[in-house]
């Protein structure tokens, strides 16, 4: 075997795990009706074992040190991400700490979540020697993937528990407890939680520092949780309290750009008339959300107040302001970048799980509860008075 060789090249791989080159290839190349799984998992863990990096798809040079960082980034096609300083700033942060440390930083931004193994030969292969994955679904295999590649890959906002894989992400149950001590220092006894995916863990994590805060407050049954796409449970939330979480896909309408001032009273419908505050998962929603309700002649905080999170100031800083739980992007990113680095550089080093404190800005969209059901009359979407 070639364990002590420096760069060890697809035939020590082949030898090593008792296959053909050609079957090697195969499977680094994806092609997996070509070879059994378990074929394909004795070729992938030598790969790993012998720290084998692939050169890149069009060069049959063994592949050498890049010093190069790749950044996956989801899909930056969607519109909204282009006006999102989340991904600005996600970029300077990893930047920041991969430079001083000789090494370039390269912005991934395809799909790379939904066909992995083509787009890490295409993309990864040869070309970096680690890679940043910004907020992978818990519903893919993305991360565990291109682990299995022999890729060293830290995740960032999404708290994955995978073999090898260090994460950095805000504390999102902090965050969910933020929210709700705010919420009840106001009096508010009926609220409700918005999350966007299925997919992200943090919408359980925030929802269960939310539900857990006003369990302990003795108003457990208060507190309703939303979670908004069709998207399948994840197993281990199947098992948690967090099932709680009900699925209502057509309030995605809110995350394009065509809400009506109608949508307020088929929201309102959805989350009960009693709910006076709002907790929503992130800013940009929250914003289309409050937009809708404006247009309906809901005053924020006054007949319904809200809290979201990022503290993303062109989403916060509209009218009305909206009072957010930052959290500290660059700092997740500039950790991210070093832990990663490190397992590069000893990749013996054993995976970490690193949380980063958020911090609550209040702006003025929690006030006292209102007195009796918000009501939307049908005819001209108005409050009507309780």
């Not at 300083?85 to 970029?91: A, D, G, Q």
Request: aromatic share 6%; charged share 25%; with cysteine.
């Amino acid at each position: 075997m070639a364990h002590g060789r420096k760069n060890p090249t697809i035939r020590d791989v082949a030898r090593a795990a008792g296959v053909s080159i050609a079957t090697v290839s195969h499977v680094l190349n994806d092609r997996r009706e070509k070879v059994s799984s378990e074929t394909r998992e004795r070729v992938l863990r030598v790969v790993r074992e012998l720290r084998y990096r692939l050169p890149p798809k069009e060069d049959g040079q063994t592949a050498m040190r890049t010093y190069n960082i790749a950044l996956a980034i989801p899909d930056l096609a969607v519109p909204i991400r282009l006006t999102d300083t989340y991904f600005s700033e996600t970029m300077l942060g990893a930047a920041e700490v991969a430079l001083s440390s000789g090494y370039s930083l390269t912005v991934v931004a395809e799909r790379v979540w939904d066909q992995v193994g083509q787009a890490a030969r295409r993309r990864f292969d040869g070309r970096c020697d680690g890679i940043l994955m910004l907020a992978p679904s818990a519903l893919g295999d993305a991360v565990q993937q291109l682990w299995e590649r022999g890729l060293p890959v830290v995740s960032m906002g999404s708290r994955l528990r995978l073999e090898g894989v260090s994460t950095v992400d805000v504390d999102n149950l902090r965050v969910g407890e933020m929210a709700a001590e705010l919420f009840l220092r106001h009096g508010h006894r009926r609220v409700a939680y918005l999350g966007v995916s299925k997919g992200q863990a943090s919408t359980y994590e925030r929802f269960e520092g939310f539900r857990q805060t006003f369990e302990a407050a003795g108003l457990a049954e208060g507190i309703a949780g939303y979670v908004l796409d069709d998207q399948p449970d994840l197993a281990e939330v199947k098992r948690s309290p967090s099932r709680s979480l009900r699925r209502v896909a057509g309030l995605m309408k809110f995350l394009g750009y065509e809400s009506r001032t109608g949508d307020a009273a088929w929201l309102l419908e959805q989350i009960g008339p009693e709910v006076t505050a709002l907790f929503v998962w992130h800013d940009a929603f929250a914003r289309q959300l409050v937009d809708a309700l404006v247009r309906a002649g809901v005053r924020v905080p006054e007949d319904l107040s809200v809290v979201s999170v990022d503290n993303n100031e062109y989403f916060a800083l509209g009218d009305p302001p909206l009072t957010s739980i930052a959290q500290d992007v660059p700092a997740i990113c500039r950790a991210a970048t070093r832990i990663l680095i490190d397992h590069i550089e000893n990749p013996d080093r054993r995976a970490e799980h690193v949380l980063i404190a958020p911090e609550l800005v209040d702006r003025g969209s929690v006030a006292a509860p209102r007195q009796g059901p918000l009501r939307l009359a049908a005819s001209d979407q108005q409050p009507v008075a309780p």
